[in-house]
């Protein structure tokens, strides 16, 4: 994939372009308007192999796979570039080529741009729920000064871009969303806590 990438950098058609310059362009303008507390809270939250992978998450496309056919169920692999993408281009329909299209698009803007900038610029125009789109939502919770926004506040917002608030809120979304909130504090607790076994093993001189 990562080959086709580079291959269709340079022949790929003008609708692919036309794609890759507008997510470029919202990069550059919008990607540094969300701060660190809220791009480590995303990371964590929708992507937590971040680092890993080159904008597509192989790993969790093989979990997605067998998860289909061994549960019959549907399970999200989307990195947090390929969501990125898919708000930028309005593409959601279901199917393959849609899929192949977006996760080549990610790997060519991952080659431009850098994953924290990407990630600020996904916050900056994610659909959060009724009434909650983008940097007006965040701003609407939070104020204008988002850098005052602490991790752990940063990771219950972002929990809604799995379970969007509805116009009226019902006791199930609040109950999924809790639940969903516990399970991200219990994540970052859990990768804190082996931070500081790391540090306490191997201290810096």
């Excluded at 056919?69 to 999200?76: N, R």
């Excluded at 741009?113 to 916050?123: D, E, G, N, P």
């Excluded at 609407?140 to 752990?152: E, S």
């Excluded at 969303?177 to 806590?193: F, P, Q, T, Y």
């Amino acid at each position: 994939m990562s080959l086709i990438s580079i291959i269709l950098g340079w022949f790929g058609s003008a609708s692919l372009h036309a794609d890759l310059e507008d997510c470029l362009e919202l990069t550059t303008r919008l990607g540094e308007s969300v701060p660190d507390p809220f791009v480590d809270a995303v990371i964590l939250a929708e992507d937590h192999r971040n680092k890993l992978h080159p904008g597509i998450d192989v790993i969790a496309m093989f979990r997605a796979v067998w998860v289909r056919i061994s549960l019959g169920q549907i399970q999200g692999a989307s990195t947090i570039e390929q969501q990125f993408v898919r708000v930028v281009t309005g593409r959601h329909e279901r199917t393959i080529p849609r899929k192949m299209r977006e996760q080549i698009l990610a790997l060519m803007l991952v080659r431009r741009v850098s994953k924290r900038r990407i990630a600020s610029a996904y916050l900056a125009i994610a659909f959060y729920g009724s009434g909650s789109i983008g940097l007006d939502g965040l701003r609407d919770k939070f104020g204008k000064n988002l850098g005052n926004v602490a991790f752990y506040q940063a990771l219950g917002f972002v929990a809604q871009l799995k379970y969007p608030r509805p116009s009226l809120p019902s006791k199930e979304w609040s109950s999924k969303l809790a639940v969903r909130i516990n399970a991200l504090h219990g994540c970052a607790v859990g990768m804190a806590n082996k931070r500081l076994q790391s540090d306490a093993a191997f201290p810096r001189t």
